[in-house]
Structure formats: structure tokens, C-alpha cells
């Protein structure tokens, strides 16, 4: 479900009159919406990374396997940092970034987890792990199922962030509403 912050109108409407400037002042509002995100992004890496026990089963063999599998390196050392990051959560903290899309009919920060991180059998973890409920699996070597329990992450951490959000957004608004009155007023005194 989409966040709306308060002042999106008016992000929209600046949007839509930086299309016809120039590249650099419709650039400074983009990067000011990365650095808005950037401290929600990684409050969320921090959550997923909480506190917990550590796997060391075949899914963390098979994750180590994939991350390997995608890097260009064939060093040792490319090897011992897949197997180092190859734990779910750091897995998933690892995907969990934000994107910003400034145009004129649509601006707007999303946060999301690229599950294409994931071997293509876990893909569904990112989404289950944000999940109260979790999911089931089987225990390695046994007939049983157990309930694995998620910990919501992702909409907690940024509605909880919602102010932060927020004064950001208009932070990263107010230079290039700066830049156009200024232009504003050259061209209208000319």
C-alpha cells in the first residue's frame, strides 16, 4: 500500500515545471530524494540484521552458491565474502534498497527488496520474513514441518519514519523551488 506524505501535490507540480528546465535542477531534487531515503533505507537494513540466531543449513550453502555464482571474481576471497553474507537476513538487508522516479506525471520514492538476490528456490523469503506469520518448511533430515515466524520490517520502518519522510521530501524540494523563482524573476524583470 502506497505511503502518501503530506505535500505530494505540490511535489508533483514542481515535477511537472522542472521538465522544462534544465537537466541539472531536475538532477538536484533527485539526489536530494536519495538522501531523504537513505537513512529510512537503512533503518530497514538494520531491522532485518536484528537480533537473532545465525544459519548455517543448506539454504545458507545455497545462497553462498548464488551470490558466488553472480560474482565476476574467481578469487578466494570472492568465495569467503559470499559464504560471510550468505545468512538470509544478510541477504535480504543486502537487497533492500530504494529507488526515485522524478517525471512529470509521476514522482516518487519507492523502497523495495530485490528478491533477484535470492537463488530463484528462496525468492519468496524476502516478502515471507516481512510477514508476522512466516512460513512453513521442512527440518533437514526429518519428516517434520515447522512454522518459521517473520519479523515485519518494511512497512513498520517507514511509517514509523513518516516525519523524517516527510521533512526530506520538502527539503530536497525547497532548492529547486529556489532555483525556479529566482528564474522566475529574471526572465519576468527582463
Known amino acids: 500500500m502506497p505511503l502518501q506524505i503530506e505535500g505530494a501535490e ?66 578466494a576471497t570472492a568465495a569467503a565474502s559470499a559464504e560471510r553474507r550468505s545468512g538470509l537476513r544478510a541477504t535480504i538487508a543486502a537487497a533492500t534498497g530504494s529507488s526515485v522516479t522524478t517525471g512529470t506525471d509521476r514522482t516518487n520514492v519507492t523502497f523495495r527488496m530485490k528478491s533477484s538476490q535470492l537463488p530463484p528456490s528462496q525468492r519468496t523469503l524476502g516478502k515471507r520474513w516481512n510477514m508476522a506469520k512466516g512460513w512453513r518448511h521442512p527440518v533437514f533430515g526429518h519428516d517434520a514441518w ?29 532548492v529547486p523551488e529556489r532555483i525556479l523563482a529566482a528564474g522566475d524573476l529574471q526572465t519576468g524583470s527582463s
Open 146 to 174: 515447522v512454522q518459521q515466524f517473520g519479523r515485519p520490517y518494511f512497512d513498520k520502518v517507514i511509517r514509523a519514519n513518516q516525519p523524517l519522510l516527510e521533512a526530506g521530501v520538502r527539503e530536497a524540494m525547497a
Open 10 to 75: 505540490q511535489l508533483r507540480t514542481l515535477a511537472a515545471r522542472l521538465a522544462e528546465c534544465d537537466k541539472e535542477v531536475r538532477a538536484t531534487l533527485t539526489k536530494g530524494l536519495r538522501a531523504a531515503a537513505k537513512p529510512i533505507v537503512a533503518e530497514i537494513r538494520a531491522e532485518v540484521k536484528g537480533p537473532g540466531g545465525r544459519s548455517t543449513g543448506a539454504g545458507s550453502q545455497a545462497r553462498a552458491a548464488y551470490r558466488l555464482s553472480r560474482s565476476r571474481s574467481t578469487r
